[in-house]
């Protein structure tokens, strides 16, 4: 088709015109499918992947033998080549008699918008409208369609745990820490606060505690960019239980001291009384 730039101006103008004399609803639109344009054929088709060829709907511009070719070409290369494009694809037809996917085309305008490259081509006169019967009217076709791009993903949180075994105990008392970092920026930096003055900076350090009390032992990790996170644990040391050791004497070992000690003391009252009866004792009569 050869469009000479007086046909070209007035297929702008009268979109523009039905546009503005149509009503204020806009058509539903919808992204059929996503791909990267990775070559233009000219001004109304372009090779994608991995959609293939693409054929902009309800628009005709100028082929390669026709004068504004290569002003069409550079028009859509300009706004579409080498990026992601949005493709609402014809519900009717799909596909047109040379099996190019027929569809409107969007391309990303800012955050919140994309831009109806189909409409582009029309409102810079690039190319007129030819509006076939399938599911598009280019009467409603707005510059821009709202399409927020989706949020950056969150970035990986600095996670930290930590350890100790065991946590309470008696004095002296030996604790091994253990403690582990996740996410963030690596590498990390270890730093433990065992609640007695002493620190380390090994990541899984042990320690003994020598007093009785109890103490709040903290880890604290930074990664490369300067994030930091703690952990603390309690470790409670008691002081150590005095206990005495000795042999345990049976019921009968016991009732067998009585009987002796009762025996010695019997004993002893007896040659004590031997002693004083015989102070008493008169002398022998002599013969």
């Known amino acids: 088709m050869r469009l000479s730039k007086p046909e070209v101006h007035i297929g702008a103008i009268a979109v523009l015109l039905a546009v503005a004399l149509s009503p204020a609803t806009v058509a539903a639109w919808e992204v059929d499918a996503t791909a990267t344009v990775t070559r233009v054929i000219d001004g109304d088709t372009f090779d994608s992947s991995p959609a293939g060829r693409v054929r902009l709907a309800d628009i005709d ?6 004068p504004g070719y290569e002003a069409s070409r550079d028009f859509l290369a300009g706004l579409v080549d080498g990026q992601l494009v949005y493709l609402d694809v014809d519900d009717v037809y799909v596909t047109d008699p040379y099996n190019r996917l027929v569809a409107v085309v969007y391309v990303r305008y800012n955050a919140s918008h994309l831009q109806n490259v189909n409409r582009a081509l029309l409102d810079a006169g690039m190319a007129v409208v030819t509006d076939y019967p399938n599911e598009f009217n280019p009467a409603v076709w707005t510059p821009y369609v709202y ?3 989706a949020p950056p993903p969150s970035p990986n949180p600095l996670t930290l745990s930590a350890s100790a075994n065991p946590t309470e105990g008696t004095a002296p008392l030996t604790v091994t820490f253990a403690a582990s970092a996740s996410g963030g920026t690596p590498p990390y930096v270890f730093l433990w606060d065992f609640g007695d003055g002493s620190t380390s900076s090994v990541q899984n350090p042990a320690h003994a505690y020598a007093s009785a009390r109890s103490y709040a032992a903290q880890v604290t990790v930074t990664d490369a960019v300067g994030n930091t996170m703690s952990r603390t644990i309690l470790i409670t040391v008691s002081a150590p239980t005095l206990t005495t050791s000795g042999a345990v004497l049976s019921t009968e070992a016991l ?27 008169r002398p022998p009569k002599p013969e």
């Open 61 to 66: 511009a100028a082929e390669s033998s026709q």
């Open 147 to 149: 399409h927020p791009s």
């Open 255 to 281: 009732f067998l001291a009585v009987v002796i000690a009762i025996a010695l003391a019997a004993g002893g009252l007896w040659l004590r009384f031997r002693r004083v009866r015989g102070r008493f004792r």
